[in-house]
C-alpha cells in the first residue's frame, strides 16, 4: 500500500510559479513509476508528468519547457516545478505511484491561475 499526500497548490497570477510536492508513505525507490496528473472542471484526468525509478521523465507537450518533475529520495517526495503558469493550468493536480501493478492516488491540490 502507498500513501499520497500532495501539497504546495494555491493561486498564482499568469506567468508566475509554483511547486508542488508529492510525500510517499514509502521509499520511493521501491516504486517505479510516480507522476502527476491533472483534471479541470469538466474535463478528463490528464498526464502532466512521470518519472521513473532511473531517472527517466515524461511530459505532456502542453506543459514542456516550463514544468520539472523531480525526485528526493531522501525525503521519498516526488516534486512539480510550475513555471510561466497560464491560465489553463488552473486544475486539481494528482500525485500517482505505480506499485506492484496497483495505481495509487493522492487527494490532490487546487492550483488556479489567475489575475
Known amino acids: 500500500q502507498v500513501q499520497l499526500v500532495e501539497s504546495g497548490g494555491g493561486l498564482v497570477q499568469p506567468g508566475g510559479s509554483l511547486r508542488l510536492s508529492c510525500a510517499a508513505s514509502r521509499s520511493i525507490f521501491s516504486i517505479s513509476l510516480m507522476g502527476w496528473y491533472r483534471q479541470a472542471p469538466g474535463k478528463e484526468r490528464e498526464l502532466v508528468a512521470t518519472?521513473?525509478?532511473?531517472?527517466?521523465?515524461n511530459y505532456a507537450d502542453s506543459v514542456k519547457g516550463r514544468f520539472t518533475i523531480s525526485r528526493d529520495g531522501a525525503k521519498n517526495t516526488v516534486l512539480l516545478q510550475m513555471n510561466s503558469l497560464k491560465p489553463e493550468d488552473t486544475a486539481v493536480y494528482y500525485c500517482?505511484?505505480?506499485?506492484?501493478?496497483?495505481?495509487?492516488w493522492g487527494r490532490g491540490t487546487q492550483v488556479t491561475v489567475s489575475s
Open positions: 500517482n505511484a505505480y506499485y506492484r501493478s496497483v495505481p495509487w
Open positions: 518519472t521513473t525509478s532511473i531517472g527517466t521523465t
